[in-house]
Structures are given as C-alpha cells and as structure tokens.
C-alpha cells in the first residue's frame, strides 16, 4: 500500500495542481472516478495485467470506453499512464487525488464507529466537537459494530481517539500486566 | 517465581487506582510487511525517531526509518504474532528502563525486565535509554584510580574512574576474565558494577553470574543480558540500557563501572538491522553510523564535576563528583586491530588493553601485551604506591623483550645483559595471576618493591609464584598493621619502605618456600 501511494503520489498531484490552475476541479475529480471506475473493472482488468496487449491497443480499448466522458487533459492522463505501465494505479490516484481535495478543501473524514446507531442529533454534536477541536470540516460516515462492546471509535486520518468499552477494557488488560 | 499474595493485590490495587479511562487520541498505523522482526507501517504520521510503537499482543518496537509514507520499526521480543494487516498505535514515548539501587544483585534483560526469577524489580524510576553524554563544562578531569586487582593492568595501564579502557583481543585470550576480575575486586571499593552481556551464549553468561555471586559480587552488580538468542534489536540495546542503569549512580555523585562485553556483538546486531531496514552498506557491510553507536554509548562514560551533580540531584548531593568507567571489551579476527569495529572503538577509547593468543598459550595470563597496551589517562589515577613502584615494570619488560630477540642469536653474554634478561624473565613470571584471585594494593606493592629491589634475584622463575604467596601470607600474619597502613594510606613513606624491606629479609631467612 505504502509503496503505491510512493508511486501514485505525483500523478496525483500533477493532476490536481493542473485542475486547480484551470479551476476545473469537479470536473477532475469526474474523471478520474469515472476512469477509476473503468479500471476496477474485472474484463478491463484482466486487460491492463495482460502483458501481450500491446500499449496502444490498450490505449485505444480504455478511451473507447470512457467515450465522451474525458476531455483533453484526461485522455492525456490516460495514455501517460499507459505509457508508463500505471495504468492499474489508476484507482489509487483518483484516490490520493480526491484526498488532495479534501485537504484544499480543509475537509477531513472521519469514521464513526459505535456500538448502537447513535442519533442524527448526537452525530451533530459530536462532528461540532470534531470540528472545533481539528479545525477543519468534518465528513462523518457512521458504522455500527457490536464488538466495540460499548461507546464510540472515531477514526480520522492516521488520528484514532478510542473511547470503546473494548479498547478500554484492552488498556485494563496492559496496564494490569505491566 | 515466589510472589506474595498481598504483593500482587497491592501492585494490582495501585495500578487499577491509577488507571485512568479517559479516551485519548491516538496515532494509528497498519502493518504492511513483516520481516525478520522488522515491520513496515503505513500511517503513523507522527512518529517520533525512536518512539515506541505499540502492536497487538502487548508487543512493542522500536520507529528507526521515518519515511515519506511509510515507518520502518524494529520488534523488541518476538514478531511471530504479527501479521500484514495489524493496526498498531504510536505511544508517545521514547524507549525507557527502570534504574535505581532496587536493580542491584539483578539480572535483567535489555528492557529491564527481571530474567533471573527473583520477581519482580519494583524500580522506582524508569530513564530513557538513549541520552545525551554531559557536555564539556559538566565534566572533570580522570583523577581516581579503578583498581582492577590485576598487577599487570593497575602498573603497567591504570584505568581511573570516569575513564574507557578498552579491552580487545582473539577469542579465548581471557577478556571476559579480566573484566569479570576487575568487577569482583570492586567489593568495598564504592562502586556499582553493570555487566552487559551481548549476544553471548546463555550458558556462558550463566557461568559469569554463577562466578559473581561465589565471589560475592552480585550484592554490587547489576547483570544486563542480551543473549545469542534474544532478537538483534534487544542485543543493539543492551548497551544503551545498562548504560542508563550506571549513569543513575554517575549523575547522584557515585560511582559506577560498566563492562560492554562485546560490542562486536553489538555491531553485528546493529549491522543486521540496518540491512534489513535498507540502509546502506558500507565497509564490512556495516552501515554508515556505526561509529557513531559506539561514540555516543562510550562518551556517556564520564566523570561529572560538583557542580553538575549539585544541579542534577537539585542540591540534595553536594561537593561530590560522580563517574562512570567503561570497560568495552572488542572480539578480534586472528589478531586484525586494523578491521572496521576494533579501529573505530579503539580511536574512542581513552587506551587499551591488548590480549594475546600466543602470550596466552605460552602461560602468561592474563595475557597482556605490555608494549601495545597503553592507558592515556589513567596515569593521572593511579594510586601513589604503584605509581611509585611499577614504573620500572613497563621499562624492564620493553628492555627485556628486545633483548630477547637480540640474545636468541648470541651464544655467550655479558654480564650486565645476562641480568637485565633475568629481570625481564622475572618480571614476566611475576605478572601472571590466577583467575578470580585480585591483590589488594598493599600486596601489589609489597611485590613490586620486593621485585624492585632485587629480593626475587635469588629466587627460581618457575617457584616465583609460590614464593609470592607465601610472602603475602606471611606479611598478614606477622606484620598485619604495616600492611594495613598501606592499604588505608596508599603510600610508602621511606620509614615504611624500610620496614617492609625488613620484613622481607625476615621472611627469606626464617621461611621456605
């Protein structure tokens, strides 16, 4: 994982410094879901790993597919990933692109994970709280997961503040051992 | 493992007392490979160089690479647990042991956890393990003497307190020994000892505690080990930790000596995880700060002035400077000091002591080459009485080994040579000791005068020895206060020279030997 996101990192940021200069930053962002979407694809798939498809034939199969939905700078984002083999990266860098976004947007997601489905209200107060105290927008997603045992887990980013009955029974257990 | 059950209620009480279940944020990262103890995490953007990262399965490492997506961290213990995939978490803290006087007569493992099966070490403080060495203004200059009980090393390279003596040589050549002697012979001395044991075999440092505790030792020693067996990262740290368990006495205004026994071992260990972290190799494979692991462990041996203990102990300690002596002990390839780890920590250390193979077979043990083994500062420690008397050891060896090589060919000598080469064969013989057996001061002076001033002469070299012993022993017996006024004033007036002179003629004309 960490490895690929070394090698997708400047795509990425190539991509979105560009759709940010030409403020087309939805549009990008269209795109490379959409191109992302067509490489995740299991016949598109088997495709790209096939080592006797010959590049511009890959090429010309992957642009046929996304049809109109590329304009210019996307075609050129495609046949450069061809070009350099990258192709199958493709989902990840929509991936770190979108995640760019998010941070020029000053937004942050944050995973919600709790023992019983909490209230609108409370996911409110609680992504207020978040808020204030990272600085930024919050983007909550709620899952709910019995094994937690008790109270909530919020994870954002590598930032991870666990206030579940079963992490603090886990920290009970350390603690006692020493 | 003998636990009290009002202990273990107790240490459980206070620590559910002190549990707090406030939910803190933490950095989380997921494990992407594990390989030979070392494992890559992606995530953990706020790693600290040398944090503790916590795994599942109350496994912890060590963060040593900090790289743009990913922390390269090495596994303290066992990694078999750990998968691709785990989440672990960063800690916050950096690598800490327990110190104080409650580890004293323990033996513990690079983390300061007790091996030994006396329970637990109830270590009130804990220290991190890598610090900074004092700098130049809290330091004073090497001024009292270690006396290692060993005659050739107290005359001919003294060690004093604060100092770093190297001891290196081929395997079996006696390192261990010589360090295990000098730590038996620091018994009323002041000093607390800490051997540190790298990567050796478990049987053999069974055998030195064994050794320890027979002599008495163990009530002033503190046994760090890191076997063969124990992982790479535990042997790299061995080194640091015990070096953190001497420094508490050093910065209270004590004293302290610590034996790194080997820091080849060492080397290896660290060479093994940088390899495998992907650091470059460099000579010998080891990689590029390799010097450097060993510079910044032995600069933390020093001796502190008043003034540094004062402020470090917040005045509680006053007018008392604090020292910590290193003894590292280096394993040579047949005799190679020019190899990469023994020329490194040779240019660190403050002097060496050179062990040989062939001095070794030949008897004289333990077996040091006098030429090549220097001391560059214990000078200024050495105790007035040998400093006195053993000059004239080093010279008369010098001498006599040149001569030794020049008289091989000559088939008659003159007179003046015939003696010098008696005198030199003499002094050989008189420099050899027995393992586990360190001379107190006053018995070192009481041979070095009677080797000085010609009462061996008449004496055969192979019973030079036993007339040694029975001297000392006659000496406590018939003269026990003038040899106690050598031992408490460390020095020889000329009143008690003559005395003693006396008393030698006393001996050689009443007794055999």
Redesign the interface.
């Known amino acids: ?2 490895d690929a ?2 090698i997708v990192r400047p795509y990425a940021v190539a991509a979105f410094r560009l759709a940010k200069e030409k403020k087309t930053l939805p549009k990008w962002s269209e795109m490379l879901d959409f191109a992302a979407a067509v490489a995740l694809d299991p016949q598109m798939k088997a495709v790209i790993d096939n080592p006797k498809v010959v590049a511009g034939d890959l090429e010309r199969l992957f642009l046929s597919v996304c049809e109109k939905k590329l304009d210019k700078a996307g075609e050129n984002m495609v046949k450069l990933l061809v070009e350099y083999g990258r192709l199958a990266l493709l989902p990840e860098v929509a991936q770190a692109f979108e995640e760019l976004k998010a941070q020029d947007e000053g937004m942050l997601e944050a995973e919600i994970t709790a023992a019983v489905k909490p209230s609108d209200s409370e996911v409110k107060a609680l992504v207020k709280r978040l808020e204030s105290k990272f600085g930024k927008k919050i983007e909550a997603s709620v899952k709910v997961d019995p094994e937690i045992i008790g ?1 909530i887990k919020i ?1 954002i ?7 579940s009955v079963r ?2 029974l886990q ?2 257990a ?5 | 493992m003998q636990l009290s059950t009002s202990e273990i209620s107790e ?2 009480k206070s ?2 007392e ?2 707090s ?1 406030s ?8 494990v ?1 490979s594990v390989t030979d103890g070392i494992v ?1 995490i ?5 790693a600290m160089a040398g944090e503790m990262i916590e795994f599942p399965g ?1 496994t912890f490492g060590l963060a040593l690479n900090l790289e ?3 922390v390269g961290a090495v596994v303290m213990g066992d990694y078999e647990h750990i998968t691709e995939g785990d989440t672990c ?1 960063c800690t916050g803290r950096i690598l800490e042991v327990p110190v104080g006087p409650e580890l004293i007569g323990r033996v513990v493992n690079a983390l300061g956890q007790p091996i030994d099966g006396k329970g ?1 070490v109830n270590a009130k403080m804990t220290d991190k393990v890598e610090k900074v060495a004092p700098g130049v203004i809290a330091r004073k200059s090497v001024s009292q003497p270690v006396q290692t009980g060993l005659k050739s090393i107290d005359s001919m390279v003294p060690v004093g307190r604060g100092q770093r003596e190297l001891i290196i040589g081929d395997r079996q050549t006696g390192k261990t020994a010589v360090a295990v002697d000098t730590i038996i012979n620091q018994k009323g001395q002041n000093m607390t000892c800490i051997y540190v044991a790298i990567g050796q075999k478990a049987s053999t440092i069974a055998n030195v505690v064994r050794k320890l505790e027979e002599n008495g030792a163990m009530a002033y020693t503190i046994v760090v080990a890191a076997a063969a067996s124990d992982s790479a990262a535990l042997q790299f740290l061995a080194p640091y930790a015990g070096c953190t368990m001497g420094e508490y006495f050093r910065d209270r205004g004590e004293d302290a000596l610590i034996v790194y026994d080997d820091l080849t071992k060492q080397a290896i260990a660290y060479r093994q995880i940088s390899l495998l972290l992907r650091r470059p190799p460099g000579r010998e494979a080891y990689p590029g700060d390799v010097f450097y692991i060993h510079s910044r462990l032995l600069e933390r041996a020093a001796r502190v002035n008043e003034d540094y203990v004062e402020k470090f102990t917040k005045g509680k300690v006053k007018g008392k400077t604090g020292s910590l002596t290193a003894l590292p002990v280096i394993e040579t390839a047949a005799g190679d000091v020019s190899a990469f780890v023994p020329t490194n920590v040779i240019s660190i250390t403050d002097g060496q002591i050179f062990l040989e193979t062939d001095l070794f077979n030949a008897g004289i043990r333990p077996a040091i080459n006098a030429g090549i083994s220097v001391s560059r500062v214990g000078g200024a420690a050495q105790t007035k009485v040998i400093k006195k008397l053993g000059g004239g050891v080093r010279l008369a060896l010098a001498q006599y080994r040149e001569l030794a090589a020049f008289a091989q060919f000559a088939s008659d000598l003159d007179e003046a040579t015939r003696k010098q080469l008696d005198r030199g064969r003499m002094f050989t013989e008189l420099m050899k000791q027995a393992q586990y057996a360190p001379l107190s001061i006053s018995d070192m002076a009481l041979t070095l005068l009677a080797a000085n001033k010609g009462y061996f002469d008449d004496v055969p070299v192979a019973r030079a020895l036993a007339f040694e012993a029975a001297l000392h022993s006659f000496m406590h017996s018939k003269y026990k206060n003038l040899m106690d006024k050598i031992e408490t004033t460390k020095d020889l007036g000329g009143d008690d020279e003559k005395a003693v002179e006396a008393a030698i003629q006393d001996f050689k004309a009443n007794n055999a030997y």
């Not at chain 2, 939910?23 to 997921?30: I, L, P, V």
């Not at chain 2, 992606?42 to 706020?46: D, E, I, R, T």
């Open positions: 994982m960490a996101i070394t109270g994870v980013g590598d930032t991870v503040i666990d206030a992490g603090q920290e009970l350390y603690a006692l051992k020493g | 240490l459980i620590r559910l002190n549990f279940t939910a803190e944020a933490r950095t989380q990262g997921t992407i890559r992606h995530g953990l953007s706020n109350n743009r997506d990913s978490k637990p």
